[in-house]
């Protein structure tokens, strides 16, 4: 079956200190992968996304850097993390024959 | 390019009255439409999708949608709430214009209470 897997489900880290959030899919291939944030009153927010390895493409500009190492993962991170970086964090995958997504369980980023 | 409007960030309902979330979407070719419910700090879950063919839509949880191209308009409903209904709720649109294929484009959610 499909699934996707995140972690950590949540995290507190201080300003200044480095992130790394980690996704990763299992049975399927070649996915269409997404990372996305939620913030209080701003709704979901893409950030990022990929149509494969090493192909990354940025919404937003800021403080995060997304890589994909292989087919099936999907990184997150910040070199040092600002206080409005705080959010709840999703990953979600899309294959090329569905027509929908399909979500992480999330990551709710706490930064102090 | 596609958007998507939610009306009503919050509504609140009776345990048992009607529920009726607005969603209208922008879009310049036949648009794909989902819409999603979130439980707190939980991921999204589809509860239904529109595609092609009939244009009421059912989904999970006793859900259903209509698909109004006139209107530009794919409203939830469910005929009787219940308290376990009680999320976060987001209608999208899908993108199948170049570079952004298969890109879904969320509404910023619509909050429903339920009140016993």
């Known amino acids: 079956s499909q699934t996707i897997h995140q972690w950590p489900a949540t995290l507190v880290q201080p300003v200044g200190s480095p992130l790394s959030l980690e996704c990763t899919v299992e049975?399927?291939?070649?996915?269409?992968l997404y990372w996305y944030r939620q913030a209080a009153g701003r709704g979901l927010q893409l950030l990022f996304y990929?149509?494969?390895?090493?192909?990354i493409s940025s919404e937003v500009p800021q403080n995060l850097s997304a890589s994909r190492p292989q087919d099936r993962q999907f990184i997150l991170s910040s070199k040092k993390l600002l206080l409005s970086d705080s959010g709840f964090y999703l990953c979600?995958?899309?294959?090329?024959?569905?027509?929908?997504?399909?979500f992480g369980s999330g990551t709710r980023l706490t930064v102090v | 390019a596609q958007s998507v409007t939610q009306l009503g960030s919050h509504v609140s309902v009776s345990e048992g009255a009607l529920v009726l979330l607005r969603c209208n979407y922008s879009?310049?070719?036949?648009?794909?439409l989902f819409w999603y419910v979130q439980y707190p700090n939980q991921g999204l879950q589809l509860l239904l999708k529109?595609?092609?063919?009939?244009?009421l839509v059912k989904g999970i949880n006793g859900f259903e949608a209509e698909f109004k191209k006139s209107e530009t308009s794919f409203h939830l409903t469910k005929p009787s709430a219940h308290m376990s209904d009680a999320a976060e709720y987001f209608c999208?649109?899908?993108?199948?214009?170049?570079?952004?294929?298969?890109?879904?484009?969320f509404g910023r959610g619509t909050q429903l209470t339920v009140w016993p």
């Open positions: 999208a649109v899908r993108s199948d214009r170049g570079s952004t294929l298969g890109r879904l484009y």
């Open positions: 049975g399927t291939s070649n996915p269409n």
């Open positions: 529109y595609t092609t063919g009939a244009t």
């Open positions: 990929s149509v494969g390895i090493g192909q």
């Open positions: 979600a995958w899309m294959t090329q024959n569905n027509y929908g997504y399909t």
């Open positions: 879009s310049s070719v036949p648009p794909y």
